[in-house]
């Protein structure tokens, strides 16, 4: 296999186990431990493994039953990109907005940086505003 393919199957091992599985302590076998994110900054998101394991954490507390889905993943010498989109009823607070009960399908964008299988560098973004209008927050 190559390295592009092994990069492929460690971002679709990512997204199976532990954000759709929630096998948080799995997450360095996909991930390593000073992964840097290049996000806007998240309050209080630890740095390396432990931030990677915060942020499904995060966002299944507000949706229990949620699932993200992979529309693209496309790899190119030691980058992948994937095009997802997440699916679920928002049943927990998000950002200071108590449950609403309204199901959400929310898309985005992740740039993944490998090195030797393990994700190394993230830069990501998500529709969340068309998230928070979906829910009734904002208007469409």
């Known amino acids: 296999m190559s390295s592009v393919e092994t990069n492929k199957e460690t971002i679709r091992g990512l997204i199976q186990n532990v954000w759709n599985g929630g096998d948080l302590d799995g997450v360095s076998t996909y991930v390593a431990p ?11 998101l630890p740095p390396g493994i432990e931030g990677v394991k915060h942020i499904p954490a995060f966002w299944r507390s507000s949706f229990p039953d949620m699932e993200i889905t992979i529309d ?20 927990g ?31 990501g973004i998500a529709d969340v ?12």
């Open 93 to 123: 607070e998000l950002m200071g907005v108590p449950p609403t009960g309204r199901f959400v399908e929310m898309e985005g964008i992740n740039f993944f940086r490998l090195k030797d299988g393990l994700l190394e560098e993230r830069w």
């Open 34 to 44: 000073d992964i840097v994110f290049h996000d806007a900054p998240t309050p209080n």
């Open 72 to 91: 693209d993943l496309i790899g190119e010498g030691d980058m992948v990109v994937q095009r997802f989109r997440m699916r679920g009823t928002q049943n």
């Open 129 to 140: 505003l068309s998230a928070l209008q979906q829910m009734g927050v904002l208007p469409a």
